[in-house]
Each structure stands twice: as C-alpha cells, then as structure tokens.
C-alpha cells in the first residue's frame, strides 16, 4: 500500500479504468446498454408467461371440480356433453401447456454470455406462448360461463343431499318409537311393523351413501323413506284412537240391528193395514219386506261377528271393510223396513186430500211455464213440450182416480214424476240463460 501511494494520481485513474468491475457473484456483466434491455423485455416476457400459466392452471382445476360436481348429480345428455367437452378443452390445454415448457427450457435468460439476439428470441417465444395461454384462458372461461345452469342446479342437489338424508333417518327413528309406544299398549301392529322392516335395505343404501349409489337416486331414495316411513309413524300415534272408533262402531251397528229387527216385526201389521183399506197395486212391492229385512239383519249379524274377530285380531283393515258392509246392509234394511209405515201415512194423507197433491203439482208446472215465456213471445218448444207432456199426464192421473177402487200409489208416483219433469224444464231454461229467471223456482 505504501508503493500504490507513491503512484501519481492520473495514473490511479488509468489503472482503474483498465480493470473490469469485479461483484459479488464473481463474474462480470455490463448492466447498461441494448444488450441488457433485451434481457430484461424477455424475463418480463418469461414472467408474464408464467402468470398466464399459473391462471390457466387455476382456471382449468377450478372447472374440473365444476364438471366433477355436475356429472356427480346430472346424467342428462347436456352434462355428458359438458363432461366431453372439457376433456376435449384438457388436451388443448395440455398442448399450450407444452409449448410454454419448452419456451421456458428452451432459453436461460440468466447465461452471462446471453446475447441480444438470444434475448429476443427468448421475448418472442414466451410472448407466443402466453398468448396461447390466454387464448385458451378465455375459451375456458365462456365454457366454464355456459355450465352455469348446469352447475347451479347441481349443487342445489348436492345442498339437498345431506339434509334429505338425515330428515330420513329422524323420520325412521320416529316411526320406530311410534311403533313402540303402540305395542307397549298391547297393540301388535304387526302389518306396520313389516313395512318398518321393509324398509331396512332402504336405509342400508341411504348409508352407503351417494358415492356409491349417485346424488339423485340417493336424493330420491331419501325422499321416498321419509314419505313411507312417516306414513308408518302417523297410522302408528292414530292406531290406539282407531282401535277405540270400531269398538265403538261394533257396539252402536250392533245396537242398531237389533233396532232394525224389533221394527220389522211391526211391518206385518203395516201391511195388514195396507191391504184392508187399500187397491192391491198400492201394497203388492211391499209384501216381501219382513222376510227380505229378517234376511239381511241375519246376513249383517254374521258381518259383525266377523268383524268382531278381526278386530280381536288386530286385522284393522279387515275389521273396517267388514263393518262397511254392515252399514250398508242395515242402511237399505232401514229403507226397506221404513217404506211400509211411510206409504201408509202418504196413502192416508192424499185419499183424505187429494187436492193438495194436485195444486202443489200444478204449481210445479206453472212456475216452469212461466219461466219459460219469460222475455218471450212464445216458448221454446224443447220446453213446451214437455210441460205440455207433463199437463196431460197430471190430467190422467187425476182421471185414474175415478171408480171404486182407486190406486192412489200410482197416482203419488205420476204426481211426483210430474214435479220432477218441471223442476228439469226450469234447470235446463236457467242453464240456458246463464242464471237469468233467478227469482223463478220450481216448488216439489
């Protein structure tokens, strides 16, 4: 150091300048001028690259798990075509992906003696790649655009898929304490307790879950154990209540045989009556009632007892077909029994008073006839004629009543079928008019 310092100083000045600047690194490299503007162009060329890369990459492991959710819920032939269409987009993909790897490979933009030529080359290769890169970029993005319904409807599936099964299973279990309660009330419930077992395999399927069974058959299957499964629950908490309803059906049908039989047995003196004072055409229909009405009390006696074992069975579906039976068995008994006393009391009423029959029943045809002309100078014949019928045949019926033996049931029945016949003129008449005559009515 002492010798440097007995060198002049232009001389200093010299030397430095004939010496390289020496760095860190160990090398050398001239930072400044065209050359190192190049470099630079094409690392900013090499970085873009990479972002257009890493967006790509994103997009494409973004719109796989899309394409995964829709094929995992939708088999329709849009998402096959969706499916098939992203494979197609993969190797698309995979192609730029390629051409970006060997732009990369194919330039060391940090070699010393890269030279501008080298750097420009490297700029153009790494420009092209990432303009591929965000061609298919944007591609991949509308594509990913058009799934969007597909997509949406997917995951509200998927967002159905647990709670579905878990409302299943709750609904299982409820069923099942239901049945429980039942039998702990001497209830068997033995047809409920094998649907709840049919429906064992149904929740083995539900917990081998939709991976292995797909998103909506899982959803579907989810639904319809729910559906069975509460029905189950619901007939279970109303079986105690309905066992209590036939016992109580079984004691009042039984109460009302026996009300039917003790009035058939006053039928024959009904019919004695009838056949003292009356023409044989006003009684004949009626001449088999006690036997007819024995017969199906006997016939809903055998129901009830059947009915009664399959209740003592706990065959409720059994027991209430049974016991419809026995209704309507009685009920037609009851018509029958009751049609003897109802037509002694009509035949006394009309051969006391005729005329009351007779004007109630020209009443009839007078409304209809008077609805019919209204607005009208003459009426329409699909309604005067049948009026004008229905006149001629009260007319007979009256005349019919001549003689010593009159048939005063016949005389009820034309009377009624005449009344009948009006009230139908004037429904047609207001249908017609589209409610007009409103303040007309038919009296019968």
Same mark, same amino acid.
């Given at each position: 150091?002492?010798?440097?310092?007995?060198?002049?100083?232009?001389?200093?000045? =010299?030397?430095?300048?004939?010496?390289?600047?020496?760095?860190?690194?160990?090398?050398?490299? #001239?930072?400044?001028? #065209?050359?190192?503007?190049?470099?630079?162009?094409?690392?900013?060329?090499?970085?873009?690259?990479?972002?257009?890369?890493?967006?790509?990459?994103?997009?494409?492991?973004?719109?796989?798990?899309?394409?995964?959710?829709?094929?995992?819920?939708?088999?329709?032939?849009?998402?096959?075509?969706?499916?098939?269409?992203?494979?197609?987009?993969?190797?698309?993909?995979?192609?730029?992906?390629?051409?970006?790897?060997?732009?990369?490979?194919?330039?060391?933009?940090?070699?010393?003696?890269?030279?501008? =030529?080298?750097?420009?080359?490297?700029?153009?290769?790494?420009?092209?790649?990432?303009?591929?890169?965000?061609?298919?970029?944007?591609?991949?993005?509308?594509?990913?655009?058009?799934?969007?319904? @597909?997509?949406?409807?997917?995951?509200?599936?998927?967002?159905?898929?647990?709670?579905?099964?878990?409302?299943?299973?709750?609904?299982?279990?409820?069923?099942?304490?239901?049945?429980?309660?039942?039998?702990?009330?001497?209830?068997?419930?033995?047809? @409920?307790?094998?649907?709840?077992?049919?429906?064992?395999?149904?929740?083995?399927?539900?917990?081998?879950?939709?991976?292995?069974?797909?998103?909506?058959?899982?959803?579907?299957? =989810?639904?319809?154990?729910?559906?069975?499964?509460?029905?189950?629950?619901?007939?279970?908490?109303?079986?105690?209540?309905?066992?209590?309803?036939?016992?109580? #059906?079984?004691?009042?049908?039984?109460?009302?045989?026996?009300?039917?039989?003790?009035?058939?047995?006053?039928?024959?003196?009904?019919?004695?009556?009838?056949?003292?004072?009356?023409?044989?055409?006003?009684?004949?229909?009626?001449?088999?009632?006690?036997?007819?009405?024995?017969?199906?009390?006997?016939?809903?006696?055998?129901?009830?007892?059947?009915?009664?074992?399959?209740?003592?069975?706990?065959?409720?579906?059994?027991?209430?077909?049974? @016991?419809?039976?026995?209704?309507?068995?009685?009920?037609?008994?009851?018509?029958?029994?009751?049609?003897?006393?109802?037509?002694?009391?009509?035949?006394?009423?009309?051969?006391?008073?005729?005329?009351?029959?007779?004007?109630?029943?020209?009443?009839?045809?007078?409304?209809?006839?008077?609805?019919?002309?209204?607005?009208?100078?003459?009426?329409?014949?699909?309604?005067?004629?049948?009026?004008?019928?229905?006149?001629?045949?009260?007319?007979?019926?009256?005349?019919?009543?001549?003689?010593?033996?009159?048939?005063?049931?016949?005389?009820?029945?034309?009377?009624?079928?005449?009344?009948?016949?009006?009230?139908?003129?004037?429904?047609?008449?207001?249908?017609?008019?589209?409610?007009?005559?409103?303040?007309?009515?038919?009296?019968?």
């Amino acid at each position: 150091m002492a010798a440097l310092a007995l060198l002049p100083l232009p001389l200093l000045a =010299a030397l430095a300048a004939s010496v390289p600047m020496s760095f860190a690194s160990g090398g050398t490299r #001239r930072w400044f001028g #065209r050359g190192e503007s190049q470099r630079a162009d094409a690392q900013a060329a090499k970085d873009a690259a990479a972002a257009a890369f890493y967006e790509l990459d994103s997009a494409q492991r973004d719109l796989r798990i899309s394409l995964e959710t829709i094929t995992a819920v939708d088999s329709s032939p849009q998402a096959q075509r969706a499916a098939a269409d992203y494979e197609s987009f993969s190797r698309r993909i995979d192609e730029v992906s390629h051409g970006y790897i060997t732009a990369v490979d194919s330039h060391d933009l940090d070699r010393d003696d890269l030279d501008g =030529a080298a750097a420009a080359r490297a700029r153009a290769d790494l420009t092209r790649a990432t303009d591929e890169l965000n061609r298919v970029k944007g591609e991949l993005d509308r594509f990913a655009q058009g799934l969007g319904p @597909l997509l949406r409807s997917a995951e509200t599936q998927l967002a159905r898929l647990a709670p579905a099964v878990e409302r299943a299973r709750q609904t299982l279990l409820a069923a099942s304490n239901a049945l429980d309660g039942v039998r702990a009330t001497g209830l068997r419930a033995d047809d @409920l307790a094998a649907r709840l077992a049919a429906l064992g395999p149904e929740l083995t399927k539900l917990n081998q879950g939709a991976g292995q069974h797909g998103v909506p058959e899982t959803i579907r299957r =989810a639904d319809e154990v729910l559906r069975k499964a509460e029905d189950i629950r619901a007939e279970a908490e109303r079986l105690p209540a309905r066992a209590a309803e036939l016992d109580k #059906r079984l004691v009042s049908l039984r109460t009302r045989a026996q009300a039917i039989t003790t009035r058939a047995e006053k039928v024959d003196p009904v019919l004695s009556e009838l056949r003292r004072r009356y023409s044989a055409a006003c009684w004949q229909d009626l001449q088999q009632v006690p036997e007819e009405a024995a017969r199906s009390v006997r016939q809903a006696e055998v129901k009830l007892r059947e009915a009664q074992q399959a209740r003592d069975e706990q065959r409720w579906a059994d027991a209430t077909s049974l @016991l419809a039976t026995v209704r309507a068995l009685l009920d037609t008994t009851d018509e029958a029994v009751s049609a003897a006393g109802d037509r002694l009391r009509r035949l006394d009423a009309v051969s006391f008073d005729r005329q009351k029959e007779v004007e109630q029943t020209r009443f009839a045809i007078r409304d209809a006839q008077r609805l019919a002309m209204a607005g009208r100078s003459t009426p329409d014949p699909r309604h005067a004629r049948p009026l004008d019928d229905a006149v001629a045949r009260l007319e007979r019926a009256v005349a019919g009543l001549e003689g010593r033996h009159p048939d005063w049931w016949h005389f009820l029945t034309e009377t009624e079928a005449v009344r009948q016949t009006a009230a139908r003129v004037v429904q047609e008449i207001r249908e017609a008019r589209g409610g007009a005559g409103a303040g007309a009515g038919a009296s019968g």
